[in-house]
């Protein structure tokens, strides 16, 4: 009884699954190939950019786009300038950013300088910048910066014997206090393919006072990655002109060539991340027929 019981239930579940009719036929969809993005270089925050336009400082010299609302970063950069003549100039920076809503970012710097024995506080600075779409809408995702620069220290190398001709040491070298100043930007930043980064600055600086030099230029910055945001290379250009009222002619043209190897170490203290990238940068000067070589050394931990 409970044989023939099992096999009317078995009859009944059999008959009402759906038959085949010969008239239909399967079709194969075609394989979909999902593109991943190289490991740590997934989109974040609410603007879907790339986690490398997020640190707020693409390079040394370049910066690109905006922060997330509310991420904080803060960034310790060392810089060491050492001319052919004179004494190195040995140049520490701490800069606190925080992005904001609709597409802001705030950032405040604090500078502190070593350098013909001295040491002081040359300048602080206030930043603000605006990008103008979300990441991705517009090529090459323009962003604008404005800041302003408080002098508070000595021009130890001074204009007439600068940086790439190196200067006398001791009070001799100082001729004026450090001018506040402004400066705006153009930042741009785009990616090419899945590993190549690159990050370009229009800029514009303006002494307020004493010689009242003007400085502008370009600079750009690339990047590919090797593993992802843990191993990159890249290279650094930037040319700018300095320049006086009355004396244009006379502007001092500066190309500076970095080959940086940017790293990230592993997180070890909830989110924070150590970077150490480090570069050696040539800095061509040129100023009339005059020609001066000078090599720096740029490295920044950032967390």
């Not at 206030?126 to 220290?153: H, V």
């Not at 400066?183 to 010689?211: T, W, Y």
């Amino acid at each position: 009884m409970f044989l023939d019981r099992a096999l009317v239930t078995s009859i009944v579940a059999a008959a009402a699954l759906p038959q085949p009719s010969p008239a239909q036929t399967v079709t194969q969809l075609p394989l979909q190939e999902v593109e991943e993005r190289p490991a740590g270089e997934e989109l974040i925050g609410p603007y879907a950019q790339p986690r490398w336009s997020a640190r707020g400082r693409f390079s040394a010299d370049t910066d690109v786009y905006v922060l997330p609302p509310y991420s904080f970063y803060f960034d310790l950069d060392y810089d060491g300038t050492f001319p052919r003549k004179g004494q190195p100039d040995h140049l520490f920076v701490q800069e606190y950013e925080l992005g904001l809503p609709c597409r802001f970012q705030i950032a405040w710097e604090f500078y502190q300088e070593a350098i013909n024995g001295h040491r002081q506080i040359p300048f602080t600075l206030i930043e603000g910048r605006y990008a103008f779409a979300d990441w991705g809408k517009i090529p090459l995702n323009p962003t604008l910066l404005a800041e302003f620069k408080w002098g508070t220290g000595k021009d130890y190398f001074g204009k007439e014997t600068d940086r790439g001709e190196g200067g006398d040491s001791g009070e001799a070298s100082v001729t004026k206090s450090i001018s506040n100043s402004y400066e705006v930007r153009l930042l741009l930043g785009q990616e090419i393919g899945k590993s190549i980064e690159f990050a370009a600055n229009l800029f514009l600086e303006q002494n307020l006072s004493g010689d009242r030099e003007r400085e502008l230029g370009i600079s750009t910055a690339w990047s590919y990655a090797l593993r992802g945001e843990a191993l990159k290379v890249g290279l650094e250009t930037k040319y700018s002109n300095e320049s006086q009222p009355g004396k244009r002619h006379l502007a001092r043209n500066i190309f500076e060539l970095a080959l940086p190897l940017p790293t990230n170490l592993p997180r070890t203290l909830g989110s924070m991340r150590l970077r150490l990238p480090a570069s050696v940068m040539i800095h061509l000067i040129w100023r009339h027929s005059s020609f001066s070589p000078l090599i720096s050394v740029p490295a920044k931990p950032r967390n």
